[in-house]
């Protein structure tokens, strides 16, 4: 497990500043919360776009919590320093395995989006083809209600306390 002192002279994470912190909760909480609402509200219409809303709302709130609990702020390589920061501060194997599926959702979105940029082919086939609506669809109701849900329910209970 990585620490956070070499998480922070890595220059990875950093220290809040107290004439931050206001906004910085304010906005990660807001930000969560648009994303949270915006992946329920497209899981039919647009799954993939709900499965992208659905992890940043869980990568928001994570911050959120880092912030909130820690006065850390995410500097470098966010994605994947936000997980070794939870790693570290959070004891809870199924939160944390929660946030790896998440992550590893939205990867896959994004070698999707590379693939397709080489071949143009593959966008097309998910925008003219019913199976793939429909796998699509499914993929994103799935993830919505047994990853995304229940991650922000157990880090808004840990924020609680």
Request: no cysteine; net charge positive; proline share 1%.
């Amino acid at each position: 497990m990585v620490k956070i002192d070499i998480l922070e002279k890595e220059q990875k994470v950093s220290k809040i500043k107290e004439t931050e912190l206001q906004r910085y909760l304010q906005f990660f909480t807001a930000s969560y919360q648009d994303n949270l609402n915006h992946a329920k509200a497209t899981k039919d219409a647009y799954p993939r776009w709900s499965i992208i809303s659905g992890y940043y709302a869980m990568h928001d709130i994570s911050k959120l919590v880092i912030a909130k609990k820690y006065r850390l702020k995410i500097e470098r390589e966010v994605h994947a320093t936000t997980i070794k920061v939870l790693r570290e501060i959070i004891k809870d194997k199924e939160i944390l395995k929660l946030i790896e599926e998440g992550y590893e959702a939205f990867q896959s979105l994004a070698n999707d989006l590379s693939d397709a940029k080489k071949e143009r082919i593959k966008v097309q086939y998910y925008t003219g083809s019913d199976f793939m609506k429909e796998k699509y669809r499914k993929t994103s109701e799935t993830f919505y209600t047994d990853v995304v849900e229940p991650y922000i329910q157990k880090i808004e209970k840990l924020m609680e306390q």
